[in-house]
């Protein structure tokens, strides 16, 4: 499974719309910024510190197709880049993180 760390706003938002189009910083880089179960901690801690409001969607990358490309990124480190929406479908499960724990802890929490 991939993850997206996203606020629960723009998710109920995609949940509406039958996809997630990106959010700002997605649209800025032309693809959705997923990431792998090692890497979601990290990435709560770096762009998401002091966030509250916040779901953890878990994918499933099978879902995603030939639109899903893992990519170099943080030092040169391969990461889960979606050229295109992400379908509500690929979604198996969202989970929204509670607003009185820093988001890596939670995200923690939930993943094991």
């Avoid at 949940?15 to 649209?27: E, N, P």
């Avoid at 966030?51 to 030092?75: C, F, K, Q, Y």
Wanted: aromatic content about 6%; cysteine-free; hydrophobic content about 45%.
């Amino acid at each position: 499974m991939i993850y997206k760390l996203l606020p629960t706003i723009e998710w109920d938002d995609a949940r509406a719309a039958g996809h997630l189009s990106g959010t700002a910083v997605d649209h800025q880089d032309g693809f959705i910024h997923l990431s792998g179960h090692d890497q979601l901690v990290g990435t709560a801690q770096r762009h998401f510190a002091g966030a509250t409001g916040l779901t953890l969607l878990t994918v499933d990358p099978a879902r995603l197709g030939e639109r899903l490309r893992w990519e170099p990124s943080r030092g040169g480190e391969l990461f889960p880049h979606l050229y295109g929406p992400l379908p509500v479908a690929a979604v198996v499960e969202a989970r929204a993180l509670p607003a009185d724990v820093p988001a890596a802890d939670a995200v923690a929490a939930l993943i094991g």
